[in-house]
Each structure stands twice: as structure tokens, then as C-alpha cells.
């Protein structure tokens, strides 16, 4: 029974040996093409920019990415293209509120979510009743 716990410490010197290294950049560049289908357990909220659709765990963190990705000084396309959002011309500045009041608080988020789902009415399972 004691033995059990001993190949434990041994572990961290296979990570030592710098593999995990190698595994960075290919997933960084998969995550461009793959991101959107890649969803993660504990993953619930979805950025619905244009044809963004990648999935954050919390709000904060989907208004984060959409404010930097799709916001951000260089990228900013001068208007809204969220899913469903009419697209008037905005300052940055402006969209920035804009983004956080009405595209990422946890209800409109999870009201973007199921307005989605009807494309994607295969993934959730059926009531069966």
C-alpha cells in the first residue's frame, strides 16, 4: 500500500524534461481553426461575433477577448458585428460600453446561446417525456 504513493513524486521529472514545450505552438495554431467546435467542460458562454464562436467560462472573460480580438486599436471595424446586433457606426469607445451592456452580461450571453442553439438543436439532447 505504500508503495502506491512513491511513483507519484517521480511525476514533475517527466515534466522537467521540457516535453510539454513542444505541445504550445501547434495548439495555439489549431485554436485558430478549431476553436469555434472545441467546447470545454465548465465552458458555457460563447463570443457570437461574426464567425467568431468560441466559448469562454465566464462573461468576464468573453468581454475581455471581444473587446481585444474584435475591438482592439487595430482590428475595430467601426461598427457592431455581433450576431443580431444592427450595425450602426460606433467609436471605439462606444462599443466598448456597448459590448459590455448589451452582448456581455450572463443573460445576454445565455439568450445569445439559445437563440444559436436552433441551428445546433442536435447537440442538446431531447426531453424524453
Not at 46 to 58: A, D, E, N, V
Request: glycine residues 6%.
Amino acid at each position: 500500500l505504500f508503495l502506491q504513493s512513491t511513483p507519484a513524486t517521480s511525476i514533475p521529472t517527466v515534466q522537467v524534461q521540457g516535453q510539454q514545450m513542444n505541445l504550445q505552438p501547434p495548439s495555439y495554431t489549431a485554436a485558430n481553426q478549431h476553436a469555434e467546435q472545441m467546447k470545454k467542460p465548465g465552458q458555457n458562454f460563447m463570443c457570437l461575433w461574426q464567425s467568431c464562436k468560441k466559448w469562454f467560462q465566464t462573461p468576464s472573460q468573453v468581454f475581455y477577448h471581444a473587446a481585444t480580438e474584435h475591438g482592439g486599436k487595430d482590428v475595430y471595424p467601426g461598427q457592431c458585428l455581433w450576431e443580431g446586433c444592427e450595425p450602426f457606426q460606433r467609436q471605439r469607445f462606444s462599443f466598448i460600453t456597448h459590448l459590455q451592456d448589451k452582448h456581455c452580461s450572463r443573460d445576454a450571453l445565455l439568450a445569445g446561446l439559445k437563440q444559436d442553439e436552433h441551428g445546433q438543436a442536435g447537440n442538446q439532447k431531447p426531453s424524453n417525456k
